[in-house]
């Protein structure tokens, strides 16, 4: 085309643009969908050492479906980079495949939301189960959605040179131009497995951290223990003794005098008086 002219889609030597920018925009798709299936594959095996490592005692009554849902519901979304929300078209297209992907992961979250591990054992089948599964899963609907996507790519370059008119050469350099202009800029695979998994393995540890707390503070400590751990476990360790009570959905209003005692006087007071009060000294804290 003449220098300095600006392509349009009527343009005799768009077809050839755009089918190089679609090459380019559609292979790095495919790297995201790498990154993506190997960094399921990555949290899977974290997930499986964690529970085996975590799991000591038999949890009980427990629900890591929930977090897994979510974990795979971020997972698909990974399919297109923040950079490529403009492309309204493809946006579109991966949120349709994802909600498809939803209904399914809706129903086996549902199937699977409670279950009751009598032993490690069970605790640990059951967690590797479904961390198995929602691979799997994930990855069938990441693939989905990086089709979707995929097939959107022409009318979205139509799209992007009508809305930004520019000189362009048949060029490989213009060819990644144009993917850079939709958002789908070079990256690597690691760096998307690393990324994806830094952000999907912490919430699923944070669960499984929460059933073990939930289930050693009720189950394992006797009611005049649960503060004294509270304190030295808890608090005296760096974390909101109140957030710990959250968590587990334990009722904080017991706790409320003596943790107001401990910010005031200290642990030792604390526990002197938390100490008195179970022995009978009175029914309510000073």
Request: proline letters at 5%.
């Amino acid at each position: 085309m003449t220098d300095g002219e600006n392509m349009t889609v009527d343009h005799p030597d768009w077809p050839t643009i755009r089918n190089g920018a679609f090459e380019i925009a559609s292979a790095r798709l495919q790297t995201r969908y790498d990154g993506i299936r190997n960094g399921i594959d990555g949290f899977r095996d974290q997930a499986d050492t964690l529970v085996k490592e975590v799991f000591t005692k038999p949890p009980g009554s427990m629900n890591i479906a929930g977090a897994l849902f979510d974990i795979a519901m971020i997972a698909v979304s990974f399919c297109i980079p923040e950079e490529a929300l403009m492309a309204a078209l493809i946006v579109e297209a991966v949120n349709s495949a994802r909600e498809m992907s939803k209904i399914d992961f809706e129903a086996y979250e549902e199937m699977h939301k409670e279950f009751v591990a009598n032993s490690i054992e069970e605790a640990v089948t059951h967690c590797t189960a479904l961390t198995k599964d929602t691979a799997e899963k994930t990855a069938v609907a990441a693939l989905q959605a990086k089709s979707a996507a995929v097939e959107k790519l022409n009318q979205a370059l139509d799209e992007y040179i009508t809305a930004h008119p520019t000189p362009l050469q048949a060029t490989d350099q213009d060819y990644k131009a144009l993917s850079d202009g939709l958002g789908f800029q070079e990256e690597s695979a690691q760096a998307i497995e690393d990324e994806l998994v830094n952000k999907i393995f912490p919430p699923f540890r944070f669960e499984v951290e929460r059933i073990t707390a939930q289930r050693h503070f009720f189950h394992d400590l006797d009611p005049q223990e649960r503060f004294p751990f509270l304190i030295q476990s808890v608090a005296e360790q760096g974390t909101d003794p109140l957030a710990f009570l959250s968590l587990i959905g334990a009722d904080h209003t017991e706790y409320d005098p003596y943790l107001e005692i401990y910010r005031n006087e200290g642990a030792a007071s604390a526990l002197s008086h938390w100490e008195q009060h179970d022995l009978g000294a009175g029914s309510e804290a000073p």
